[in-house]
T-cell receptor, first 112, second 114 residues
Framework: QKEVEQNSGPLSVPEGAIASLNCTYS??????FFWYRQYSGKSPELIMS????GDKEDGRFTAQLNKASQYVSLLIRDSQPSDSATYLC????????????FGTGTRLKVLA | GAVVSQHPSWVICKSGTSVKIECRSL??????MFWYRQFPKQSLMLMAT?????????EQGVEKDKFLINHASLTLSTLTVTSAHPEDSSFYIC??????????FGEGSWLTVV
């Protein structure tokens, strides 16, 4: 059974702090990794994609991938109350299809 | 701006009736679209893969006769919930593949069956 696991949270951080969100996956051959943000009652929106080991930075967001440890993370620097949302990790399986496997999401609360 | 548009954003229907939700790709052709359902405080559950010009592929446990999917053109897929019941009330989200294998989601449709 392929799985993507995330801590459901809530993860509470003060405004201005770094929020660290983690995701592990079981399919060692997974190809692509994505982070989506979902506000309550809204559909997910893409934040970051990462395909190779290491860090990828985009503004206040940094995605980190470690395929050996089967681990992908998202760092949010200078967290803002508007970052409060559920963050979904998504992984494409070894087969390379577009059938993303989603984690259950981590709820982030940024406290003003 | 949005790359995938979904309509309606919300709909209320009576039990036993059918309701159609549309998903359009904007400014690009989508040979493959996906339909998800999300219950409150739960993750996205893939219902089916919609393929242009062919039958949809349904996930295990999803009734194909209840959730009719039509992908008649490269920019439009529709999901019809037939003989809706209150337990079908949920947030339905479509998505399409753009730029390699990145998926973009529509705005979602809230369905309430009364």
């Amino acid at each position: 059974q392929k799985e993507v696991e995330q801590n459901s949270g809530p993860l509470s951080v003060p405004e201005g702090a770094i929020a660290s969100l983690n995701c592990t996956y079981s399919d060692r051959g997974s190809q692509s990794f994505f982070w989506y943000r979902q506000y309550s009652g809204k559909s997910p929106e893409l934040i970051m994609s990462i395909y190779s080991n290491g860090d990828k930075e985009d503004g206040r967001f940094t995605a980190q991938l470690n395929k050996a440890s089967q681990y992908v993370s998202l760092l949010i620097r200078d967290s803002q109350p508007s970052d409060s949302a559920t963050y979904l990790c998504a992984v494409t399986p070894t087969s390379g299809t577009y059938k993303y496997i989603f984690g259950t999401g981590t709820r982030l609360k940024v406290l003003a | 701006g949005a790359v995938v548009s979904q309509h309606p954003s919300w709909v209320i229907c009576k039990s036993g009736t059918s309701v159609k939700i549309e998903c359009r790709s904007l400014d690009f052709q989508a040979t493959t679209m996906f339909w998800y359902r999300q219950f409150p405080k739960q993750s996205l559950m893939l219902m089916a893969t919609s393929n242009e010009g062919s039958k949809a592929t349904y996930e295990q446990g999803v009734e194909k006769d209840k959730f009719l999917i039509n992908h008649a053109s490269l920019t439009l897929s529709t999901l019809t919930v037939t003989s809706a019941h209150p337990e079908d009330s949920s947030f339905y989200i479509c998505s399409a593949v753009l730029q390699g294998n990145t998926i973009y989601f529509g705005e979602g449709s809230w369905l309430t069956v009364v």
